[in-house]
């Protein structure tokens, strides 16, 4: 069976790149990279989720090419990176280090996002030389550092042993997705999106999710599974903002709670109602737009941004769903 391909028109269709390149990781593999914008504008460095790949930021690099250097690469075994023996925390910061080596100038500072797991790799690599080297500012999107499996919600049930027993054998299951049908959407839609998130916004994310290999999927999980990166978020010491659904079943709002208090140098909790995991999706604009507004704080100067806050008071920025 093919694996499903992107949706092809829209803000979900993902945008033809400046150039593409591959990068060698520390133990060979090769990742699959795309830069996008203009060569001399700020940067800012994508890092997707499990399951996902480039195309999961196309609403973000369609808004951000006009005026930033955006940089996306596919995670070892997603998108068009092929997979490798090797499904390490060592190695999504090692990919990481890489693809800032490869695509940045040294000493060039850039805004790293991560989403879901791709917030994982940034605390990941949160105490190497070279991510130190090129982050000025992060933005974590529904993420969390641990207890990932245990604290899911993505099962109607009762905390405790049975259910997180359950949701790691849902999650790590090696059984095919099958094709993106209507049940197979809605599926997806409960486990990771908010109720009200539009058609079109499914169908995206469901393209994206149902083209990962199930080996791949199943690999990762049971990383995910056993994560343990509190330790990383405790070395995040350049400002970090972080971002999580309000409905997310996936990681929920405890994560991002820790996150703020563990944080040396936070500067905003944004909140937002009614969205599920899938922010940058979901809520394209607002996404965007903390994007734009760290960029030109810690990036370009040349924004206002928010004051640092630090664990004690973290800022919080309560914000609605956007519409479809």
């Excluded at 699959?32 to 989720?49: D, F, I, K, M, R």
């Excluded at 049975?162 to 999650?171: D, E, K, P, S």
């Excluded at 997806?188 to 908010?194: D, E, F, I, R």
Aim: aromatic share 4%; charged share 20%; glycine share 8%.
């Amino acid at each position: 069976m093919s694996r499903p391909i992107p949706v092809a028109h829209g803000r979900y269709a993902p945008p033809a790149p400046s150039r593409e390149l591959t990068v060698v990781s520390a133990d060979g593999a090769r990742l699959h990279a795309e830069v996008h914008g203009p060569e001399n504008a700020p940067p800012v460095v994508l890092s997707h989720g499990w399951t996902c790949s480039t195309a999961f930021w196309a609403a973000q690099i369609r808004d951000l090419a006009t005026d930033h250097r955006v940089i996306a690469y596919d995670q070892r075994g997603h998108g068009r990176s092929p997979a490798s023996p090797a499904c390490t925390t060592r190695a999504l910061a090692d990919d990481l280090e890489a693809v800032l080596a490869r695509t940045l100038a040294p000493g060039e500072k850039a805004l790293i996002v991560g989403h879901s797991m791709g917030g994982m790799t940034i605390m990941a690599a949160a105490a190497r030389p070279r991510f130190r080297e090129h982050a000025a500012a992060v933005l974590l999107c529904s993420t969390g550092s641990s207890r990932l499996v245990a604290e899911a919600r993505v099962l109607p049930m009762r905390a405790g042993r049975v259910r997180t027993w359950i949701t790691g054998r849902i999650l790590g299951s090696s059984a095919p997705l099958g094709p993106v049908t209507p049940v197979a959407k809605s599926i997806l839609k409960y486990a990771t999106m908010g109720a009200g998130s539009a058609p079109h916004m499914v169908e995206a994310c469901a393209r994206i999710v149902h083209a990962c290999p199930r080996a791949v999927r199943r690999a990762w999980a049971g990383v995910l599974e056993a994560l343990d990166l509190d330790h990383g978020v405790r070395e995040l010491h350049m400002p970090t903002a972080v971002v999580h659904g309000a409905s997310d079943r996936l990681t929920p709002a405890v994560h991002a709670r820790a996150l703020v208090a563990a944080l040396p140098r936070c500067v905003g909790l944004t909140e937002l109602h009614g969205v599920g995991h899938m922010t940058p999706i979901e809520a394209p604009d607002l996404v965007t737009g903390r994007i734009r507004d760290l960029v030109g704080t810690y990036v370009s100067g040349t924004g206002a941004g928010p004051e640092d806050t630090h664990r004690s008071s973290p800022a919080r920025i309560k914000q609605t769903k956007e519409g479809a």
